[in-house]
């Protein structure tokens, strides 16, 4: 059974950073993808960042040149260390996994349970 731990969520000041967490375990494939998600209030989920074990990236062009995504993947960790923190970014931000990249919601089966992030202004 896959499992998506996230961690690192917090309260930030405009221009602030955090780096967020997720850990892995159960994927039954050694290749595949994992994303960062968020959904802010009222909206719909959207796709931040994903990149695959071979290390391809994707990214929301709203968090090109702020946010990075990494892997660590002897430790199954994948990192989104987002940097210039904006109120709009405000949200619940999820990790998620699958055998595809892309930064689709539907393309993703697997969810951890989230972790918020908030930035004031």
């Known amino acids: 059974q896959v499992q998506l731990v996230e961690s690192g969520g917090g309260s930030v000041q405009a221009g602030g950073s955090l780096r967020l967490s997720c850990a892995a375990s159960?994927?039954?494939?050694?290749?595949?993808?994992m994303g960062w998600f968020r959904q802010a209030p009222g909206k719909e989920r959207e796709g931040v960042a994903a990149i695959y074990t071979g290390g391809g990236t994707h990214y929301a062009n709203s968090v090109k040149g702020r946010f990075t995504i990494s892997q660590d993947n002897a430790k199954n960790l994948v990192y989104l260390q987002m940097t210039s923190l904006k109120p709009e970014d405000t949200a619940m931000y999820y990790c998620?996994?699958?055998?595809?990249?892309?930064?689709?919601?539907?393309?993703?089966?697997?969810w951890g349970q989230g972790t918020q992030v908030t930035v004031s202004s």
């Open positions: 998620a996994a699958s055998d595809y990249c892309s930064l689709q919601v539907s393309a993703f089966r697997n």
């Open positions: 159960g994927y039954p494939y050694s290749s595949y993808c």
